[in-house]
């Protein structure tokens, strides 16, 4: 560079920062989702240092580890911002309502969603209610109910997912409502956030991108089979797992699932059922 150029210099680029940050209390407008077995303390705080909010999986951790792990969280960060997810059907949803009000924390995120009455109790604690809907009509709905913010998932979102596609849903709640909007389903760069900015999006949403981190925990094989699924082509939806959709890479197990008569796929589910009441 010429010492004598009288060339405006190129500004440092800044953060790209929006209404959602400060609601959240984050740096950037990234939330990382509630993926069950997967946002644990470990990784919920590795992506609260890193300046975004993340939630927490209380759908899937163990109901006399919960406490423990939202104060793991507070201790590795500092005590910044973060959330909790949870589903009104779970045997211990009251335990996690409690705890959100206990800490403070900052967001609670749902599915199945709670009545007005528990959402009011968490909204005059402060806490933001960010459910994750669908359809249009399910955020109306929402909102209706007393939610603050919500996050759109398109049927790009891994795992469970509707059927209308980002591009679509997305500027169809934007236009719909006057709640922050976080956009989810098919994201995983800045190309991404800039685009849902554009659609009229505060921030976005990422499971699969936050899943591939060393702080996820997931095990090495996993990861390699993610990464070495490159054609968008071969990623299937199928009903078998739990009746409903989900969309996900074809494997050994999905494989079995197909080939398997209907009673051997009853005596599956009723196997993990049983399961799944011991842990919960």
Sequence with gaps: MNPNSTATPIPTPQAIRTPLCDLLGCHYPIV????????GSSLVAATTNAGGFGFLAGATIAADRIEAEILRVKELTGGKPFGLNFHMFQ???QQLLDLAVKHRLRAVSYGRGPDKKT???LRDAGIHCMPTVGALKHAQKAIEMGANIITIQGGEGGGH???????????????AVNVPVVAAGGFYDGRGLVAALAYGAQGIAMGTRFLMTRDSGVPDATLQRYLATRDAEKIQISYLVDGMPQRMI???????????SAFKRLRIALSLALQWKAQT
Excluded: C, F, H
């Excluded at 074809?250 to 398997?260: F, Q, T, V």
């Design 32 to 39: 990382q989702t509630a993926m069950g077995w997967v946002a």
């Design 91 to 93: 045997p211990n949803a």
């Design 119 to 121: 959402i009011a109790r």
């Design 161 to 175: 997912t509707g059927s209308v596609p980002t591009t679509v849903l997305l500027p169809q709640v934007v236009d």
């Design 250 to 260: 074809p494997n050994e197990y999905m494989a079995m699932l197909e080939k398997a």
